[in-house]
T-cell receptor, first 111, second 112 residues
Framework: RKEVEQDPGPFNVPEGATVAFNCTYS??????FFWYRQDCRKEPKLLMS???SGNEDGRFTAQLNRASQYISLLIRDSKLSDSATYLC????????????FGAGTRLFVKA | ETGVTQSPTHLIKTRGQQVTLRCSSQ?????VSWYQQALGQGPQFIFQ???????GRGNFPPRFSGLQFPNYSSELNVNALELDDSALYLC???????????FGPGTRLTVL
């Protein structure tokens, strides 16, 4: 089982659609969680941190379920500019620090 | 405020050679992490340096080594280059070892 698994994608959605990304992680002792966005041939950029209480930033909502070891990202009212790869990221601090990225889910938003 | 910078932008080496990649962290950040990203995959964690000490390491062989300097800039050294080492190498800095990471633009390494 991979340490961090994401939906394989790609997702093809029309403008205005709501799209959900899912991610699971294997280490129950994982400490912090993030979603990053990566445009083609660019570096990853932080989208948002993820907390058990859930957090929202405009059209983006992230949620963490520690019991199920599951992280989600919801994008409402998709824009063309949302087209990118979305990366789920988990930090582990037991036995030495490690950051684990999922393989990413590619999103295409079409007019 | 200056962001994370990396040099060089691109590099071509031959198998068996050695390479050094450089990273300047964002102002106020004391932690640097290095990643390898192959085409179509997520970044793979190589190691992290916190206040000049290696703080964690991923599943990379010892020929991948690093340093962090007192100004918190960092180097990644790769010895005995292999064809599979061709990838984008990303550096990220953070205020602390478990915090949000901010990435540089990367160094694209090609091994022939």
């Amino acid at each position: 089982r991979k340490e961090v698994e994401q939906d394989p994608g790609p997702f093809n959605v029309p403008e205005g659609a709501t799209v959900a990304f899912n991610c699971t992680y294997s280490n129950s002792a994982s400490q912090s969680f993030f979603w990053y966005r990566q445009d083609c041939r660019k570096e990853p950029k932080l989208l948002m941190s993820v907390y058990s209480s859930g957090n929202e930033d405009g059209r983006f909502t992230a949620q963490l379920n520690r019991a199920s070891q599951y992280i989600s990202l919801l994008i409402r009212d998709s824009k063309l500019s949302d087209s990118a790869t979305y990366l789920c990221v988990v930090n582990e601090g037991t036995g030495g620090f490690k950051t684990i990225f999922g393989a990413g889910t590619r999103l295409f938003v079409k007019a | 405020e200056t962001g994370v910078t990396q040099s060089p932008t691109h590099l071509i080496k031959t198998r068996g050679q050695q390479v050094t990649l450089r990273c300047s962290s964002q102002s106020g950040h004391n932690t640097v992490s290095w990643y390898q990203q192959a085409l179509g995959q997520g970044p793979q964690f190589i190691f992290q340096y916190y206040r000049e000490e290696e703080n964690g390491r991923g599943n990379f062989p010892p020929r991948f080594s690093g340093l962090q300097f007192p100004n918190y800039s960092s180097e990644l050294n790769v010895n005995a280059l292999e064809l599979d080492d061709s990838a984008l190498y990303l550096c990220a800095s953070s205020e602390d070892w478990g915090g949000q990471q901010f990435f540089g633009p990367g160094t694209r390494l090609t091994v022939l």
